[in-house]
C-alpha cells in the first residue's frame, strides 16, 4: 500500500473495480486510504478525477487487509506492489501459489526483475505475468505487459483487456528482456545525459530544458519512429537522408557511465538547487507535476476525440 499501491488502487477503483488494499502494518493502510481520500477529494475538485463514479462511490469499492489469504479471496486480478527486492517478490509469489485458484491472475509491478526469475517454479505459472507500471500510475497510463516463456497467451489477452477497461495504456512484449523497453528507452537517454554533463558540453538544468522544451514536446504525443516518419517523406525516406549522420553521431557515443563520482555531485548540486531534498520542497514538486500530467492527460484524451 505504498505509492505504487495506492496509486493501482485508485486506477481500478476509478474503472468501477472492486479493490482490496493488502498490507502487512494496519497503521501503513489506514494512512494508505486517508491519502487516497485525499488524493481523490481534490481531483475530484480540479475535474481531473478518473472514471465515471464519484470521489466517495470510488471510495467505497477500496477497503483494507492485512491477512493475504483473506485480501485475494475470490480475487480476479491480484496486483502485487512491494519494494523492488527478488527476495521478497518471490516470498510473496510463494505464498499466492498456495491459495490462489487457477483463474486469478498473478501480476507484478516489478520496473526491472524479469518474470523468468520472479515466477519460475510455481505452479499458478501460466497466470502470472509483469503488469509494469509508469510511476504514478494513476498519472501515467503506459503499462508494460511481459509474459514468463510459461505464461498463458490467454492471460495476456486478459491483462490487456483489464488495463484497457481501467483507462491505461497497456503494450504488449511478445518476451521478456532486461529493463523491459520503457527503462531501456529512459536508460539510454539517461546515460547520454550524464556524459553530455559530463564533458562539458551543456549544464544540467539546461540538459533537462532540451527534453522538456525539446524532444518531450512532441514525445508526448507521439514516438520516436513516428517523429522520424512525420521528419522526412516518411520513414525509408528519413534513413536515406539522415543514416550517415545517426551513425556518425552513435558512434562517438561513450561508454555506459558509473553514475557517481565528480560528475554525480555536480549533477546533484544543480537538481538540489532548482528543488531543494527535502520532504517538504519534494513533495510540493511532485505535486506540480503531477497536476502537469493530469492537464495534459486531459489534452491528449482532447486531441483525440478530436
Known amino acids: 500500500s505504498g505509492l505504487i499501491?495506492?496509486?493501482w488502487a485508485m486506477v481500478f477503483a476509478a474503472g468501477g473495480f472492486k479493490v482490496k488494499l493488502y498490507d502487512i502494518a494496519q497503521q501503513?493502510?489506514?494512512?494508505?486510504?486517508?491519502?487516497?481520500?485525499?488524493?481523490?477529494?481534490?481531483?475530484e475538485e480540479s475535474g481531473f478525477l478518473k472514471g465515471t463514479l464519484s470521489a466517495d462511490e470510488q471510495l467505497a469499492l477500496i477497503s483494507v487487509c492485512t491477512d493475504l489469504k483473506a485480501a485475494v479471496e475470490g480475487a480476479?486480478?491480484?496486483?502485487?506492489?512491494?519494494?523492488?527486492?527478488?527476495?521478497?517478490k518471490k516470498k510473496i509469489f510463494g505464498q499466492l501459489d498456495l491459495i490462489v485458484d487457477d483463474n486469478a491472475i498473478l501480476s507484478s509491478s516489478t520496473s526491472c526483475l524479469l518474470p523468468s526469475k520472479l515466477f519460475t517454479g510455481l505452479k499458478h505459472v501460466k497466470q502470472c505475468i509483469v503488469s509494469h507500471p509508469v510511476n504514478p500510475p494513476y498519472f501515467v497510463p503506459l503499462v508494460e505487459i511481459v509474459p514468463h516463456p510459461e505464461t498463458d497467451p490467454s492471460t495476456t489477452e486478459r491483462t490487456y483487456a483489464l488495463m484497457k477497461k481501467v483507462g491505461q495504456s497497456p503494450v504488449k512484449l511478445n518476451r521478456e528482456i532486461e529493463g523491459f523497453v520503457l527503462n531501456r528507452l529512459q536508460y539510454a537517454v539517461i546515460s547520454e545525459a550524464w556524459r553530455l554533463v559530463g564533458e562539458g558540453v551543456i549544464s544540467p538544468t539546461d540538459l533537462d530544458l532540451?527534453?522538456?522544451?525539446?524532444?518531450g514536446m512532441r514525445y508526448a504525443f507521439i514516438g520516436p519512429l513516428e517523429t522520424m516518419h512525420l521528419n522526412a517523406e516518411g520513414i525509408s525516406n528519413y534513413c536515406e537522408r539522415y543514416r550517415e549522420g545517426m551513425r556518425l553521431v552513435?558512434?562517438?557515443?561513450?561508454?555506459?557511465?558509473?553514475?557517481?563520482?565528480?560528475?554525480g555531485q555536480k549533477i546533484n548540486q544543480a537538481m538540489s538547487e532548482k528543488v531543494p531534498v527535502d520532504p517538504k520542497h519534494l513533495g510540493a514538486r511532485r505535486e506540480w507535476r503531477d497536476e502537469c500530467l493530469c492537464g495534459l492527460?486531459?489534452?491528449?484524451?482532447?486531441m483525440k476525440s478530436n
Not at 28 to 43: D, G, H, P, V
Not at 79 to 88: A, F, I, K, S, Y
Open 5 to 7: 499501491g495506492r496509486s
Open 250 to 263: 552513435l558512434n562517438t557515443f561513450g561508454p555506459v557511465p558509473e553514475f557517481s563520482g565528480e560528475i
Open 210 to 215: 532540451v527534453m522538456s522544451d525539446g524532444l
Open 28 to 43: 501503513q493502510l489506514t494512512s494508505a486510504l486517508e491519502n487516497i481520500r485525499k488524493q481523490m477529494k481534490e481531483l
Open 76 to 88: 480476479t486480478f491480484i496486483q502485487e506492489c512491494t519494494p523492488e527486492n527478488l527476495e521478497l
Open 297 to 302: 492527460a486531459k489534452l491528449k484524451k482532447q
